[in-house]
């Protein structure tokens, strides 16, 4: 019997699938093929020396996303690797829930391009960052 692929995984047991989204409380809001949301909660723990969300949480939530974004895209016999990414830093935040929506921008044969928004829970949708990349698709074995 095959091991379960990361998306029946995720499917299946949702954040415990993922350790990282248990150590940082990231929920799966939607994933669906092509785009994908999760929310986060802003601890104290995930706060830099000056009290803010340290920048690095907004650009791996977003890595995430966006990485759930694609899987459902992929052939059985595929993964992905993050091979560049870059982070606009829009606003910072100290509490609060953050979220996450990525999008696959194309897909092709060896390489897919995503964008990533995360924003601040609120009335107003408070954009905090915004994260471009390319994924490596690659023969898994």
């Known amino acids: 019997m095959c091991p379960m692929s990361y998306l029946e995984k995720i499917k299946k047991e949702g954040r415990s699938a993922n350790p990282f989204f248990c150590l940082t409380g990231i929920d799966i809001v939607n994933a669906e093929p092509g785009i994908a949301m999760l929310s986060m909660p802003v601890r104290p723990a995930m706060h830099n020396g000056v009290g803010w969300l340290q920048?690095?949480?907004?650009?791996?939530?977003?890595?995430?996303?966006?990485?759930?974004?694609?899987?459902?895209?992929?052939?059985?016999?595929?993964?992905?690797?993050?091979?560049?990414?870059?982070?606009?830093?829009?606003?910072?935040?100290?509490?609060?829930?953050?979220?996450?929506?990525?999008?696959?921008?194309?897909?092709?044969?060896?390489?897919?391009?995503?964008?990533a928004d995360v924003w601040a829970d609120g009335e107003k949708k408070t954009l905090l960052s915004r994260t471009s990349a390319s994924f490596a698709i690659t023969a898994e074995k």
Not at 76 to 85: F, H, L, P, R, S
Request: aromatic fraction near 4%; proline fraction near 2%; hydrophobic fraction near 50%.
């Open 55 to 115: 920048g690095g949480m907004l650009v791996a939530i977003a890595d995430e996303a966006m990485a759930l974004a694609l899987y459902p895209l992929l052939e059985k016999n595929e993964g992905i690797a993050t091979i560049a990414e870059s982070t606009s830093f829009i606003k910072g935040i100290r509490h609060g829930i953050i979220h996450a929506e990525a999008r696959v921008i194309k897909k092709g044969r060896r390489v897919a391009f995503m964008e």
